[in-house]
């Protein structure tokens, strides 16, 4: 089978020409800048449209609310349905609308925390538009950056989307306990992880049922 691939040099895409890629990383700079001026430690979630985001953050929000103050940016196309379920377990939230495009920017995410209390946030959750290509070439700001994905997306979707995998500092692996009936080798997906960043943590969980939750909590405190 011919393979089409780009020339060097070659641009299909206006987003991801480097004038606009620089720009972003030098914004992305400046919200980190703030992040440590109010000694906030601030996660990137990317994942896929139903991987189980919202509901990781639901559940971690529960699990730390009493020790830390949590704040979280969320972004979505049109609505505030992730926001308002993050919001009923104890976060401060704010809602990021897109419109047509298909992740956050640092420019975005630097006028969300123009509107949150950061002198009262220990915490700060960026949960992503759902995709797992285009919030890989614009980084935000945060400290770190977790990539979940679920078993229920078959057993290609880390060979097919290895560029988000390789700026991330861990993975999850959320549905495991769907991973027989989608036919799902988790064994093979952690391989195919580890061939892209050896030394990644891999966390396996049910977000639904909490389970796992505690080992990304714990890499959270020790980050």
Do not use: W
Not at 33 to 43: G, H, S, T
Not at 85 to 108: F, P, W, Y
Not at 148 to 171: L, R
């Amino acid at each position: 089978m011919k393979i089409i691939k780009p020339k060097s040099g070659e641009i299909f895409d206006i987003e991801l020409e480097e004038s606009l890629l620089k720009k972003n990383r030098e914004l992305a700079e400046e919200n980190k800048k703030i992040f440590n001026q109010y000694d906030i430690k601030a996660i990137d979630i990317l994942g896929s449209i139903g991987s189980g985001k919202t509901t990781l953050m639901c559940q971690i929000v529960k699990k730390l609310k009493k020790d830390y103050r949590i704040g979280v940016i969320t972004g979505d196309l049109t609505t505030t349905i992730d926001a308002d379920l993050i919001k009923k377990n104890g976060a401060q939230v704010i809602q990021i609308n897109t419109g047509k495009e298909c992740h956050l920017d640092a420019k975005l995410v630097s006028e969300a925390i123009k509107n949150l209390p950061l002198k009262e946030i220990d915490l700060l959750f960026i949960e992503n538009v759902g995709n797992l290509i285009c919030p890989g070439e614009f980084p935000l700001g945060a400290h770190y950056r977790i990539v979940v994905f679920s078993c229920t997306e078959g057993p290609y979707v880390v060979i097919k989307h290895p560029y988000i995998f390789k700026e991330a500092n861990m993975v999850v692996i959320n549905k495991i306990d769907l991973a027989k009936n989608m036919k799902v080798s988790l064994t093979k997906l952690k391989r195919d992880i580890k061939k892209i960043k050896p030394f990644i943590p891999i966390i396996e969980t049910v977000a639904r049922k909490g389970k796992g939750v505690e080992k990304i909590i714990n890499f959270l405190k020790n980050a």
